[in-house]
């Protein structure tokens, strides 16, 4: 069972939950890999949503029709600064922190 916590954006409540260990070192070594290649922006915009949509799906979170959520879904009922902060909030919970420009890549705090 995984640790979940409500994140509450505006009158909004999500269940989010971390990334386990093995997940959160292979987000690690794909954000890695794909800075190497220059990737398409739209690389990292599938990897946000992909990350949101595990985090609420392995909270038990549902959308708005009951089911749980898909990339499709995750669009069309929330916005992107409100995917954003997910996104913000499940990487700090799975222990992720993310540097600002001119610092490391995205490493974890567990090394």
């Known amino acids: 069972m995984p640790r979940i916590r409500i994140l509450t954006l505006d009158n ?13 070192e292979a987000y690690l070594k794909q954000i890695t890999d794909l800075k190497a290649q220059d990737p398409d922006p739209k690389t990292f ?14 909270a ?7 089911e749980v959520y898909t ?6 009922e929330i916005d992107s600064g409100s995917i954003n902060e997910l996104y913000a909030e499940i990487l700090k ?3 992720i922190v993310i540097k600002t420009a001119g610092e490391a890549a995205a490493t974890s705090t567990s090394r």
């Open 93 to 95: 919970m799975s222990g």
């Open 12 to 24: 909004l409540q999500f269940p989010i939950a971390p990334m386990t260990y093995d997940e959160m």
């Open 45 to 58: 915009a599938a990897i946000t949503l992909d990350t949101v949509v595990e985090a609420l799906n392995r």
């Open 71 to 76: 990339r499709a879904k995750l669009t069309h």
């Open 60 to 66: 038990g979170s549902k959308s708005s029709d009951g």
